[in-house]
């Protein structure tokens, strides 16, 4: 049970949902219903998805992680090494049942996208790839952890995607980016000192705050373009701006403060993805 309790701890509890609902939703847009193919896929992006995830990235990533007053709460575990192996084995085994399923009853082109989700699962933590080290890409294969489960969902089925779905993730994308790029700057102080790199450490707390400010607003205006009540959504992605915004002037000395912006960007998704949800249920039954 602890072992358990452990891989969970891991694999982020409160993000599960970035993953999983994303995939749900693009598969009953388009046009899937609440099948045994939508219950698995959202199974698998809820939880195994995560542990795999989360999982490879504390194993790497442990001498930094222990450096980090960060860690060992909602924004990751800090697991000790005789835990390292459990939850290695823990990525396979609940990952592989689910990525059969999965495989064996999709598209080629959800195939292709779902070995992209993986690939980037495992690159951007395990060496000797290590993504996460490499400025710039470690924001764009961490936003693929997110995007891909959707374009997974919106092709599974053989539907084609629309031009509106690839619009919505291109924001979803730009979103993701400046996701990432805003939580790389709360450790540009430990990733320097412990000889780590990201988008942060080579472009500075400051630039990367306004970068990914813009990134934000960027996506928000993409939402905008959506048809009806498309507006709603992207009003309630201007949130992300204005929390981001409120460190403006961050510097690398203080980059820590931008702490503060992050618990309120892990609560705003569930806002937001409310705000989402009913602004959807409203589409489908017509109101």
């Given amino acids: 049970m602890t072992t358990i309790l452990g891989v969970l701890s891991a694999s982020r509890p409160i993000s599960w949902v970035n993953t999983a609902f994303p995939f749900g939703l693009a598969y009953l847009l388009a046009g899937g219903g609440l099948d045994w193919l939508f219950w698995v896929g959202?199974?698998?992006?809820?939880?195994?998805?995560?542990?795999?995830?989360?999982?490879?990235?504390?194993?790497?990533?442990?001498?930094?992680?222990?450096?980090?007053?960060?860690?060992?709460?909602?924004?990751?575990?800090?697991?000790?090494?005789?835990?390292?192996?459990?939850?290695?084995?823990a990525s396979a085994l609940t990952t592989v049942p689910f990525l059969i399923a999965l495989y064996a009853a999709g598209t080629w082109t959800s195939a292709l996208w779902l070995t992209v989700a993986m690939a980037a699962v495992?690159?951007?933590?395990?060496?000797?790839?290590?993504?996460?080290?490499?400025?710039?890409?470690?924001?764009?294969?961490s936003s693929a952890h997110f995007v891909t489960p959707a374009i997974v969902g919106a092709t599974i089925t053989g539907g084609e995607a629309g031009t509106h779905f690839w619009f919505a993730a291109g924001a979803f994308f730009l979103w993701g980016m400046a996701s990432h790029a805003l939580g790389a700057v709360q450790d540009v102080k430990a990733d320097r000192e412990g000889g780590l790199s990201s988008i942060a450490t080579a472009f500075g707390a400051r630039l990367?705050?306004?970068?990914?400010?813009?990134?934000?607003?960027?996506?928000?205006?993409?939402?905008?373009?959506?048809?009806?009540?498309?507006?709603?959504?992207?009003?309630?992605?201007?949130?992300?701006?204005?929390?981001?915004?409120?460190?403006?002037?961050?510097?690398?000395?203080?980059?820590?403060?931008?702490?503060?912006?992050?618990?309120?960007?892990?609560?705003?998704?569930?806002?937001?993805?409310?705000?989402v949800t009913i602004t959807l249920a409203a589409v489908f039954i017509g109101i």
């Fill in 42 to 89: 959202v199974l698998f992006f809820l939880i195994p998805y995560n542990i795999a995830m989360y999982g490879i990235n504390d194993v790497f990533d442990y001498e930094s992680d222990i450096r980090n007053p960060r860690k060992g709460g909602v924004e990751g575990a800090v697991l000790p090494k005789s835990m390292h192996a459990p939850l290695l084995w």
């Fill in 122 to 141: 495992i690159a951007y933590s395990a060496p000797p790839m290590r993504f996460k080290e490499r400025p710039v890409l470690d924001s764009v294969t």
């Fill in 208 to 275: 990367t705050t306004r970068l990914a400010a813009g990134a934000y607003l960027l996506a928000a205006l993409l939402v905008f373009a959506l048809p009806a009540p498309g507006w709603i959504v992207g009003i309630a992605g201007l949130g992300y701006v204005a929390n981001t915004l409120r460190f403006w002037n961050i510097t690398d000395a203080t980059c820590e403060d931008v702490n503060r912006a992050w618990r309120v960007f892990l609560w705003l998704n569930y806002l937001v993805g409310a705000i």
